[in-house]
């Protein structure tokens, strides 16, 4: 019985020790700037990326149309 219990532990520290790295491979960089985004298929249409101007836009349409719940109709 013992031995099961040693056995079993040693078997989940090599498990443990086994696990893949977890590193950030996406390429996107966190500090830049949201408008410069990449144009992806899921890319608002009419939007490109670096356009600040169309992107600002898009968040104000988003806002009236979906989270301003005076607008809404019941």
């Not at 079993?8 to 950030?24: D, F, L, N, R, S």
């Not at 169309?54 to 979906?66: C, D, F």
Request: glycine residues 8%; contains cysteine.
């Amino acid at each position: 019985m013992k031995r099961t219990f040693i056995l079993i532990g040693a078997i989940c520290m090599v498990a443990a020790c086994t696990e893949k790295p977890q590193t950030i491979t996406s390429g996107n960089r966190p500090d830049a700037q949201a408008f410069k985004g990449p144009a992806t298929s899921f890319t608002a249409a009419g939007w490109k990326p670096g356009d600040k101007t169309a992107w600002e836009q898009q968040l104000k349409t988003r806002v009236q149309n979906g989270q301003n719940d005076y607008n809404k109709v019941n």
